[in-house]
């Protein structure tokens, strides 16, 4: 089973950009889809990105279409979601997690294996 850890979160004022890395573990990384997922204060978990095994197939949240960007790198066993014109609704921690079946989705059930976050705050 894979495990997970977050790191890249931080301060930005809006329209900064942030890049977070989720570095893994484990022999099953190139078999399993990845996301991030974020949750704000007093507010439930949501989707924000994923990819799939191969890191051909992406899926965004509405909310952060065209401004962030996911991406993997297998050989190094890492995920990567480039943040860019940050805004101050982005703030939550940020979550990135591994899917059971490969294909990247978008829904938190799918998901079985969670990093333990990471805090990204955006000043306006």
């Known amino acids: 089973q894979v495990q997970l850890e977050e790191s890249g979160g931080g301060l930005v004022q809006a329209g900064g950009s942030l890049r977070l890395s989720c570095a893994a573990s484990g022999r099953t990384f190139s078999r399993s889809g990845m996301g991030w997922f974020r949750q704000a204060p007093g507010k439930e978990r949501e989707f924000v990105a994923a990819?799939?095994?191969?890191?051909?197939?992406?899926t965004y949240a509405d909310s952060v279409k065209g401004r962030f960007t996911i991406y993997r790198d297998n050989p190094k066993n890492t995920v990567h979601l480039q943040m860019n014109n940050l805004k101050p609704e982005d703030t939550a921690v940020y979550y990135c997690?591994?899917?059971?079946w490969g294909g990247g989705s978008d829904r938190i059930p799918d998901y079985e294996t969670w990093g333990q976050g990471t805090q990204v705050t955006v000043s306006s």
């Open positions: 997690a591994a899917d059971q």
């Open positions: 990819i799939g095994r191969y890191g051909t197939s992406t």
